[in-house]
């Protein structure tokens, strides 16, 4: 029933609306309200996911493309087939974090940071999310060059302030990476460990680094002792099953 929908913003004709409320178990924001036994969107609420229109019985629920540049970003993150907004990648990341052993993405003696901000059921105010990057910047945090993600939204990508316009944009979730130099470990975590507390939202970061054969790396894990976060429990190793990335494939080495 839900294979053909469509990521953006939708309204409920009240004249064919039965007050069913057949939609409300489809929203997982939360974002539909039922009112003198009608069913309406609430627009402050909705991450224009799509996923109401097409559950309704009596096709009460319809799209509207009428969107400003604020809601074509927050639809087009909620969307899993990608779009320019997100460098064309599908999904709502940006660089292709699983092959840095293909693709030197990463500069020597970096480690990358995936944020995984807000999840389908609990959300996300960018407000939480500036909190979250500002505070990561700060501490060493940097985008990577060339095509950003968030740039609709982070003009100025070596503070991470967003545009104030947007911080009370509600959305399913938000992913975005960035780099920082091995040394800015420490002040990384922390930056983490004490904004964890400021926001009202779940958020997933995720370390990435070569392994070099040492797949234990005891340096990085005794940072997190330090601290007096939990090791983390749960890791997978990419080993890049792949020859090393060129854009002159003349260049690749022989099979």
Same mark, same amino acid.
């Given at each position: 029933?839900?294979?053909?929908?469509?990521?953006?913003?939708?309204?409920? &004709?009240?004249?064919?609306?039965?007050?069913?409320?057949?939609?409300?178990?489809?929203?997982? &924001?939360? #974002?539909?309200?039922?009112?003198?036994?009608?069913? %309406?969107?609430?627009? %402050?609420?909705?991450?224009?996911? !799509?996923?109401?229109?097409?559950?309704?019985?009596?096709? #009460?629920?319809? @799209?509207? $493309?009428?969107?400003?540049?604020?809601?074509?970003?927050?639809?087009?993150?909620?969307?899993?087939?990608?779009?320019?907004?997100? +460098?064309?990648?599908?999904?709502? +990341?940006? *660089?292709?974090?699983?092959?840095?052993?293909?693709?030197?993405?990463?500069?020597?003696?970096?480690?990358? /940071?995936?944020?995984?901000?807000?999840?389908?059921?609990?959300?996300?105010?960018?407000?939480?999310?500036?909190?979250?990057?500002?505070?990561?910047?700060? #501490?060493?945090?940097?985008?990577?060059? !060339?095509?950003?993600?968030?740039?609709?939204?982070?003009?100025? *990508?070596?503070?991470?302030?967003?545009?104030?316009?947007?911080?009370?944009?509600?959305?399913?979730?938000?992913? $975005?990476? +960035?780099?920082?130099?091995?040394? %800015?470990?420490?002040?990384?975590?922390? #930056?983490?460990?004490?904004?964890?507390?400021?926001?009202? $939202?779940?958020?997933?970061?995720?370390?990435?680094?070569?392994?070099?054969?040492?797949?234990?790396?005891?340096?990085?894990?005794?940072?997190?002792? &330090?601290?007096?976060?939990?090791? @983390?429990? *749960?890791?997978? /190793?990419?080993? +890049?099953?792949?020859?090393?990335?060129?854009?002159?494939?003349? *260049?690749?080495?022989?099979?």
């Amino acid at each position: 029933m839900l294979k053909d929908m469509v990521n953006i913003m939708s309204f409920i &004709d009240q004249s064919l609306c039965t007050g069913c409320k057949t939609c409300l178990l489809f929203c997982p &924001d939360d #974002a539909i309200d039922y009112l003198d036994g009608k069913c %309406k969107v609430d627009p %402050k609420q909705c991450t224009l996911c !799509g996923c109401c229109e097409n559950s309704c019985p009596f096709g #009460a629920i319809h @799209p509207t $493309t009428d969107l400003t540049d604020l809601q074509i970003f927050q639809q087009t993150f909620g969307d899993p087939r990608g779009s320019s907004v997100t +460098g064309g990648n599908a999904g709502r +990341g940006g *660089r292709e974090i699983k092959t840095l052993d293909v693709k030197p993405t990463l500069k020597p003696d970096y480690f990358s /940071i995936c944020l995984d901000m807000g999840r389908p059921g609990v959300g996300l105010y960018l407000r939480d999310a500036e909190k979250i990057i500002t505070a990561l910047m700060a #501490a060493g945090m940097e985008f990577a060059e !060339g095509d950003f993600p968030l740039a609709t939204i982070i003009p100025d *990508r070596t503070t991470g302030k967003f545009r104030p316009d947007c911080l009370d944009v509600h959305m399913h979730s938000l992913l $975005t990476e +960035g780099d920082f130099h091995k040394s %800015k470990l420490p002040d990384i975590l922390k #930056a983490l460990k004490e904004v964890s507390t400021e926001i009202d $939202t779940v958020l997933c970061p995720g370390l990435i680094l070569p392994v070099d054969g040492n797949i234990e790396n005891e340096e990085v894990l005794s940072c997190f002792d &330090d601290l007096g976060i939990p090791r @983390p429990v *749960r890791s997978k /190793i990419n080993v +890049g099953l792949g020859k090393p990335y060129s854009p002159d494939l003349s *260049r690749l080495p022989p099979l």
